[in-house]
């Protein structure tokens, strides 16, 4: 699919000179609809195809910069391609006011020695990358990542958390609309525990909740926050304690369309929280050091599911804002 659409890309350039008629990008639209799924009203239609070409467009442009030494990261078609930027991210303030429960700082150990990368999906903290769908849950799905790793930490037992019972039972969050992992893995605490994924599955949208005491997968104890925009700490608690939940500025265009390499848009905000995920570990590529990001947008998005965000480079996107683990 990835190559589909790297001769996609490639054909534009000449489709924009007049090489080709419109019947070439009409058959690729026809595509995109069936892989993705998407189906619209006749109005609709003509509105998202515009979008999808706009966007094709941008796409284009920027990977001929890359191919010219202009940008260490390449962008690609996927499922937001029809879609405006702020149709999938929203400021987070998911806050609903509730007495937040045991909270600490990280302290590295004191002779921790930094490995030069990690990458604990290789070391079984991780589950497969999930899709949130078109429901603002980001904020779930980062707090069942986080504590995944955490609970197979203690118990070396892998299981898959349901983000659905978070959407629907954790009153602390909005469910499709905003949340916290804060306020999620408070929910947690105070509930006595989460349900598995396969005893509570994901279907994306708000419910009645359903959680049940006996289908728990994992509990936790309280949050560990890393000190608020220190990279270095941040390394420091990945190296040495798995996964770590971070807040980062997922609003550009160019984040939605990311396809590989070491993602640096300037224009990424420091301060704005448009989205959760998971950073599974760190390391460097084509001399450029990275966080190696786990998302929830499915793996159609990125690296299979996966972004190298830069490292070290003024808190890029903010990763380093509002990094926490949960203890268990």
């Known amino acids: 699919m990835a190559l589909k659409y790297l001769l996609v890309l490639e054909v534009c350039v000449f489709a924009a000179f007049g090489g080709l008629s419109d019947l070439f990008l009409d058959k690729e639209w ?61 400021p987070m303030n998911g806050s609903r006011g509730f007495p937040m429960f045991n909270s600490s700082m990280f302290l590295p150990p004191g002779n921790l020695r930094l490995p030069y990368t990690v990458n604990w999906t290789k070391k079984g903290y991780v589950t497969p990358v999930k899709d949130q769908g078109f429901c603002l849950s980001c904020w779930a799905f980062a707090a069942t ?3 995944e790793g955490q609970h197979f930490r203690k118990t070396k037992k892998l299981v898959r958390l349901s983000e659905q019972n978070l959407v629907d039972c954790s009153k602390e969050n909005l469910g499709c609309t905003a949340g916290t992992p804060e306020n ?20 994306g949208k708000n419910g009645r909740c359903r959680f049940r005491p006996t289908e ?67 390391g460097e590529f ?30 890029m996107c903010g990763i380093a804002n509002q990094a926490i683990y949960p203890s268990v």
Not at 257 to 262: A, D, E, H, P, S
Not at 288 to 313: E, V
Request: hydrophobic share 35%; net charge positive.
């Open 216 to 282: 728990v997968g994992a509990n936790c104890q309280g949050i560990v926050r890393v000190p608020a925009g220190d990279e270095l700490s941040l390394q420091k608690a990945v190296a040495s304690i798995g996964p770590i939940v971070v807040s980062l500025d997922a609003s550009k265009r160019s984040f939605k369309q990311y396809r590989n390499g070491v993602y640096d848009d300037k224009a990424c905000s420091k301060k704005l929280i448009t989205h959760y995920a998971l950073i599974v570990g760190y």
């Open 286 to 315: 084509q001399n450029k050091k990275y966080w190696l990001i786990k998302n929830s947008w499915g793996t159609s998005w990125g690296m299979d599911g996966y972004m190298m965000l830069a490292r070290n480079q003024d808190n």
């Open 184 to 203: 999620a893995l408070n929910y947690i605490a105070r509930n006595g525990g989460l349900d598995t994924e396969v005893s509570y599955p994901y279907v």
């Open 145 to 147: 990542g986080g504590l």
């Open 30 to 90: 026809e595509e995109f609809k069936r892989i993705y799924s998407k189906t619209y009203t006749k109005q609709e239609e003509n509105r998202r195809k515009s979008i999808w070409l706009k966007n094709i467009d941008i796409i284009n442009k920027h990977n001929i910069k890359v191919d010219m030494g202009y940008h260490s990261y390449r962008l690609g078609m996927n499922k937001f391609g029809d879609m405006m930027s702020n149709e999938v991210t929203s």
